[in-house]
């Protein structure tokens, strides 16, 4: 449990599934083993188990295949980084919590809002925190342009039009290759947008969404729009050299995104794979060397949200696949001005009427650093919220519990619904 460590309480971690997000969140022990040491793990595969248990200097007896069996063992540290696949992490967290641990849970929360439901309920009946992965609200972009708004220098908001433009390969390896291409595993707008969704309900300030409406589908990605010439899998295919979408030129020739591609590869890992002949093996026989346009994908390729808020204030989110460059983009008109600007360049622009001063708009210029960590910074910010919400030292602006959460998810189901069925949904 919590011991002391050169005047500091250090606060003791199990990681539940070691995939890359809880790996990465986990790093935050590296730099500051003075607030956070891993001391348990639980994961299924034997060999990445093993690995990370050498990593950590975990101890065997506190490694376990699964959060069920790490639950029914003596609770030994305080906190749980819950990092599983996105359809497990209610059923995952329910035995964490009511085992007694903190929890730092990935997002999105849960597929459907029956899941979010018993979460919250298992949340009020312990008493435990769980603090969501929220990792754009820890972005110094968006915590920046949020305290302009709570400072009052825009106004009350009138109107929130956030966009996320998914590169082409992200999209090829993610959402129509890879693990997040099915509606039953996550609908593609909870998968990839509920940061965008939880980033308007936190500029609004807890004020409730209503009414949504969407409009969007499958359209580009299909069978019908694969190219003369064409083949099941890239290594077989006649124009596979001159495909944007190419999985050869992706992973192998471009190394993008191989962490995904590659995961199955024990030896790249662990950093021993780096030529070009066992990458293209291993792609070619794999679900990542799949042509795009014959994949099992059945998720949406553009979605678009429109979000009505108790107070009349009107929200709406643009997802856009295949696009060059993949960034997020966010404008807010309120009363008295409005923000507009670019994540990935991190950059934001604040204009306000200028007639009184003698022109049109007064405008001032704000450039961040945006290249700390992923997510524009956020990951290990959150880390660091996370360790003061459980030593009960508060949190920052931008903390996100379960409770605070909640609102951007159901905004994600309500969108589903109202495109699915053409209709406008009301949240309850």
């Not at 250090?10 to 790093?27: C, D, N, Q």
């Not at 959060?67 to 209610?90: P, Q, Y």
Request: charged letters at 25%; one cysteine or more.
């Amino acid at each position: 449990m919590c011991e002391a460590m050169g005047g500091f309480a250090v606060i003791t971690a199990v990681l539940v599934g070691l995939g890359h997000r809880s790996v990465g969140y986990a790093a935050y022990a590296d730099s500051h083993p003075d607030e956070l040491q891993i001391v348990g793990l639980a994961e299924p595969d034997d060999v990445r188990r093993s690995r990370y248990a050498e990593r950590f200097g975990v101890a065997a007896e506190n490694c376990f295949r699964n959060a069920k069996e790490l639950a029914a063992a003596e609770r030994f540290a305080d906190v749980a980084i819950n990092g599983t696949m996105d359809e497990i992490h209610v059923q995952t967290t329910i035995p964490l919590l009511e085992a007694g641990y903190d929890v730092l849970l990935e997002k999105p929360i849960a597929p459907n809002q029956e899941q979010l439901d018993m979460l919250s309920h298992a949340v009020e009946r312990t008493g435990q925190k769980v603090v969501i992965c929220h990792v754009l609200r820890y972005a110094p972009f968006y915590s920046a342009i949020k305290q302009r708004i709570a400072n009052g220098e825009i106004g009350d908001i009138m109107h929130i039009h956030t966009t996320e433009n998914v590169s082409y390969h992200h999209m090829a390896v993610a959402f129509i290759r890879g693990k997040w291409n099915r509606e039953e595993i996550n609908p593609m707008l909870l998968a990839k947008c509920c940061h965008d969704l939880d980033l308007i309900c936190w500029m609004k300030s807890g004020i409730v969404p209503r009414k949504v409406a969407s409009f969007g589908g499958r359209h580009f990605f299909t069978r019908e729009n694969a190219p003369a010439g064409s083949a099941l899998r890239c290594v077989d295919c006649s124009i596979e050299r001159d495909c944007e979408y190419s999985a050869i030129r992706h992973h192998v020739d471009n190394k993008m995104w191989p962490f995904y591609a590659l995961a199955g590869e024990v030896n790249y890992e662990r950093g021993d794979v780096t030529d070009e002949v066992t990458m293209r093996a291993h792609v070619a026989h794999s679900e990542y060397g799949r042509c795009v346009w014959h994949c099992d994908n059945d998720v949406v390729d553009r979605q678009s949200v429109i979000i009505e808020f108790e107070d009349g204030c009107v929200a709406t989110h643009d997802m856009v696949t295949n696009s060059a460059k993949g960034t997020r983009r966010i404008q807010i008109t309120g009363t008295k001005g409005d923000i507009f600007g670019d994540m990935v360049d991190g950059i934001f622009t604040i204009s306000k009427p200028g007639a009184v001063a003698g022109s049109e708009t007064v405008v001032e210029e704000v450039r961040l650093n945006v290249q700390e960590d992923l997510h524009g910074g956020g990951d290990l910010r959150l880390v660091e919220d996370f360790l003061s919400v459980v030593k009960g030292d508060g949190g920052s602006i931008s903390t996100t519990v379960l409770s605070d959460s909640i609102n951007g998810h159901l905004i994600a189901y309500a969108a589903d619904v109202a495109m699915r069925e053409e209709r406008v949904v009301t949240i309850d």
